[in-house]
């Protein structure tokens, strides 16, 4: 089943040039069901290259969705045109005065984690929405930066600086196949990260309301949830294109850091060969796994039941 969304949103023919299915929200008006209402807080700095992203992953379920995309309103971001935002996204503050509630709610990441939480431009209103969603959202989905701002608020679990920026393609375990979010995993599978932080994973383990499902030798915990699902924690980039990572990459040398190239990554350890795409099954089958066990079959057919 497709995700519906505007005809005009960037993604719409770019998910299409791919046989991906998607669906206008004129189309969708039209069909004797109720989709699931999904918001998507996007705090990445390009944003379209994001939506597209996590919509492809998405539309690869057999759900039905709804798909909202916010931001924030305590700072403007600088890598998205202005015209794409007033037409295609909505504010945290507007959503909150409309009394809406979701089945579902993704937070992506942001190249914010060198920063103290209390100091990034807008952590008041993700706390805010954080708060917010604990009785208007039915399960949370938190990726990268945000899964670490996530197990920070609501366990007190702390982050740590990395000497040095952890990027690249890394091999994890699969601890628990038994769990829903990781039905139909390989005992092994590979996924990128991109951060220069990394959260308490001792604390993670030590946490009772807490399960750590997979993990890697190299990048740390990889994906980790609540017991009763209303929280998953997604700490690399699954969602990322083949060559997301070298764009980074290109944009990091460019600015002069002193940043190494992508472990395990370029094909050859050729810089600037991109490798084929080795994670996006998996990926796919996690986005889909949440939106059915820990979404679709858990959220009230009355949405406005959540609490």
Not at 138 to 161: E, N
Request: hydrophobic letters at 40%; one cysteine or more.
């Amino acid at each position: 089943m497709p995700v519906n969304i505007s005809a005009k949103l960037p993604a719409f023919s770019a998910l299409e040039r791919e046989n991906v299915f998607v669906m206008s929200a004129d189309r969708a008006s039209m069909q004797d069901i109720r989709p699931l209402e999904i918001a998507i807080l996007n705090l990445m700095p390009n944003k379209i290259d994001t939506e597209t992203q996590l919509l492809r992953l998405i539309a690869n379920s057999p759900l039905q969705s709804d798909i909202c995309l916010l931001r924030t309103a305590s700072y403007d971001p600088t890598h998205t045109p202005k015209a794409h935002l007033d037409a295609f996204y909505h504010t945290f503050d507007e959503v909150k005065a409309s009394g809406a509630k979701f089945d579902g709610l993704i937070i992506t990441g942001a190249p914010v984690e060198t920063l103290e939480f209390c100091d990034v431009a807008y952590w008041h209103e993700l706390a805010d929405v954080m708060e917010w969603a604990k009785h208007h959202v039915y399960s949370t989905l938190y990726i990268c930066w945000a899964a670490q701002a996530g197990v920070f608020y609501r366990y007190g679990i702390g982050k740590r600086a990395l000497s040095r920026k952890l990027s690249g393609i890394f091999e994890h375990r699969t601890l628990d196949k038994t769990n829903p979010l990781t039905r139909g995993f390989d005992d092994s599978f590979r996924a990128p990260h991109s951060r220069y932080t990394e959260s308490d994973s001792a604390a993670m383990h030590a946490q009772a309301d807490l399960k750590v499902l997979a993990e890697s030798d190299e990048a740390g915990v990889y994906l980790c949830c609540s017991t009763d699902l209303r929280h998953v924690f997604v700490f690399g980039h699954g969602e990322y294109d083949a060559d997301t990572l070298h764009n980074e990459y290109m944009r990091d040398s460019a600015k002069g850091l002193d940043i190494a190239p992508p472990q395990h990554y370029y094909a050859g350890g050729v810089i600037g060969a991109v490798p084929p795409m080795s994670w996006r099954a998996h990926e796919s089958l996690l986005i889909g796994n949440w939106l059915n066990y820990c979404v679709y079959q858990e959220t009230p057919y009355d949405i406005g039941k959540i609490s």
